[in-house]
Protein backbone atom coordinates (compact mmCIF):
# COMPACT_ATOMS: atom_id res chain seq x y z
CA UNK A 1 0.00 0.00 0.00
CA UNK A 2 1.03 3.41 -0.78
CA UNK A 3 1.83 5.83 2.09
CA UNK A 4 -1.09 6.19 4.07
CA UNK A 5 -1.17 9.86 4.13
CA UNK A 6 -0.99 9.85 0.31
CA UNK A 7 -3.83 7.87 0.22
CA UNK A 8 -6.08 9.04 2.67
CA UNK A 9 -5.20 12.18 0.34
CA UNK A 10 -6.27 10.49 -2.58
CA UNK A 11 -9.62 9.35 -0.86
CA UNK A 12 -10.10 12.55 0.55
CA UNK A 13 -9.63 13.91 -2.84
CA UNK A 14 -12.31 11.25 -4.32
CA UNK A 15 -14.99 11.85 -1.42
CA UNK A 16 -14.92 15.26 -2.45
CA UNK A 17 -15.43 14.94 -5.76
CA UNK A 18 -18.73 12.79 -4.85
CA UNK A 19 -19.73 15.70 -2.14
CA UNK A 20 -19.46 18.41 -4.96
CA UNK A 21 -20.74 16.23 -7.90
CA UNK A 22 -24.41 17.29 -8.88
CA UNK A 23 -26.55 14.25 -9.19
CA UNK A 24 -26.69 13.06 -12.30
CA UNK A 25 -25.29 10.23 -14.04
CA UNK A 26 -21.56 12.00 -13.26
CA UNK A 27 -22.34 11.46 -9.44
CA UNK A 28 -22.57 7.83 -10.19
CA UNK A 29 -19.24 7.57 -11.80
CA UNK A 30 -17.99 9.43 -9.31
CA UNK A 31 -18.61 6.62 -6.79
CA UNK A 32 -17.16 4.52 -9.69
CA UNK A 33 -13.98 5.99 -9.07
CA UNK A 34 -14.17 6.26 -5.07
CA UNK A 35 -14.86 2.07 -5.46
CA UNK A 36 -12.20 1.44 -7.62
CA UNK A 37 -9.28 3.64 -5.58
CA UNK A 38 -10.78 1.57 -2.49
CA UNK A 39 -10.43 -1.68 -4.33
CA UNK A 40 -7.17 -0.88 -5.84
CA UNK A 41 -5.64 -0.80 -2.37
CA UNK A 42 -5.14 -4.23 -1.13
CA UNK A 43 -5.84 -2.95 2.76
CA UNK A 44 -8.93 -0.93 2.55
CA UNK A 45 -11.67 -3.50 1.75
CA UNK A 46 -9.79 -5.34 4.75
CA UNK A 47 -10.82 -2.56 6.76
CA UNK A 48 -14.48 -2.80 5.78
CA UNK A 49 -14.94 -6.37 7.09
CA UNK A 50 -17.98 -7.48 9.05
CA UNK A 51 -16.22 -9.00 11.84
CA UNK A 52 -15.28 -5.41 12.91
CA UNK A 53 -17.35 -4.72 15.85
CA UNK A 54 -18.34 -1.13 14.52
CA UNK A 55 -18.70 -2.26 10.72
CA UNK A 56 -21.01 -5.07 12.44
CA UNK A 57 -22.96 -1.83 14.27
CA UNK A 58 -22.99 0.42 11.11
CA UNK A 59 -23.57 -1.97 8.53
CA UNK A 60 -20.75 -1.01 6.69
CA UNK A 61 -20.03 -3.98 4.47
CA UNK A 62 -23.51 -4.11 3.12
CA UNK A 63 -23.86 -0.36 2.51
CA UNK A 64 -19.72 -1.33 0.60
CA UNK A 65 -21.58 -4.25 -1.15
CA UNK A 66 -24.33 -1.49 -2.18
CA UNK A 67 -21.06 0.94 -3.90
CA UNK A 68 -19.47 -2.00 -5.66
CA UNK A 69 -23.15 -2.87 -7.22
CA UNK A 70 -22.81 1.01 -8.58
CA UNK A 71 -19.37 0.29 -9.58
CA UNK A 72 -20.03 -2.80 -11.69
CA UNK A 73 -22.58 -0.94 -13.13
CA UNK A 74 -20.91 1.83 -14.33
CA UNK A 75 -18.15 -1.08 -15.60
CA UNK A 76 -21.04 -2.89 -17.35
CA UNK A 77 -23.22 -0.11 -18.73
CA UNK A 78 -21.11 0.32 -21.90
CA UNK A 79 -20.37 -3.29 -22.38
CA UNK A 80 -22.62 -5.85 -24.57
CA UNK A 81 -22.32 -9.60 -23.69
CA UNK A 82 -24.68 -12.42 -23.92
CA UNK A 83 -23.75 -13.77 -20.73
CA UNK A 84 -26.26 -14.09 -18.20
CA UNK A 85 -25.52 -11.32 -15.63
CA UNK A 86 -28.57 -11.77 -13.44
CA UNK A 87 -31.14 -9.41 -12.45
CA UNK A 88 -29.60 -6.83 -9.83
CA UNK A 89 -26.92 -5.97 -12.60
CA UNK A 90 -29.46 -5.56 -15.40
CA UNK A 91 -31.75 -3.85 -13.10
CA UNK A 92 -28.41 -1.67 -12.63
CA UNK A 93 -27.50 -0.85 -16.17
CA UNK A 94 -30.86 -0.25 -16.84
CA UNK A 95 -31.31 2.57 -14.21
CA UNK A 96 -27.89 4.27 -15.01
CA UNK A 97 -28.45 3.87 -18.44
CA UNK A 98 -32.41 6.31 -17.95
CA UNK A 99 -29.74 8.68 -15.56
CA UNK A 100 -27.67 9.07 -18.54
CA UNK A 101 -30.58 10.13 -20.55
CA UNK A 102 -31.70 11.90 -18.01
CA UNK A 103 -34.93 9.85 -17.72
CA UNK A 104 -34.55 11.10 -13.91
CA UNK A 105 -37.41 10.02 -12.11
CA UNK A 106 -38.26 8.71 -8.47
CA UNK A 107 -39.26 5.79 -9.84
CA UNK A 108 -36.18 4.71 -10.59
CA UNK A 109 -33.77 2.96 -7.46
CA UNK A 110 -30.72 4.58 -8.28
CA UNK A 111 -31.97 7.73 -8.87
CA UNK A 112 -34.57 7.27 -5.50
CA UNK A 113 -31.64 7.07 -3.30
CA UNK A 114 -28.51 9.12 -4.20
CA UNK A 115 -28.29 11.18 -1.51
CA UNK A 116 -28.43 7.78 0.63
CA UNK A 117 -25.36 6.73 -2.06
CA UNK A 118 -23.93 9.88 -1.08
CA UNK A 119 -24.40 9.66 3.07
CA UNK A 120 -23.24 5.58 2.63
CA UNK A 121 -19.74 7.11 0.43
CA UNK A 122 -19.19 9.18 3.83
CA UNK A 123 -19.80 6.86 5.82
CA UNK A 124 -17.43 4.20 4.28
CA UNK A 125 -14.91 7.41 3.96
CA UNK A 126 -15.05 7.47 7.33
CA UNK A 127 -14.29 3.82 8.36
CA UNK A 128 -11.28 4.14 5.89
CA UNK A 129 -10.05 7.37 7.03
CA UNK A 130 -10.20 6.65 10.47
CA UNK A 131 -8.30 2.81 9.85
CA UNK A 132 -5.49 5.08 7.87
CA UNK A 133 -4.76 7.49 10.97
CA UNK A 134 -3.67 4.14 13.01
CA UNK A 135 -0.70 4.19 9.92
CA UNK A 136 0.61 8.13 10.41
Known amino acids: MESSKKTKSSLDSKLKKIQLTQAGFDFYVAIHSFVKFVESNPE ?34 NVRSNVDLGHARYATIKD ?7 ELSE ?10 LRKTVGEVHTILSTYLTKFD
Open 44 to 77: LPKSLRKDVKLNRELNIASKYDYLKQVYQGIEDV
Open 107 to 116: NNTLWKKREL
Open 96 to 102: LNKIRSN
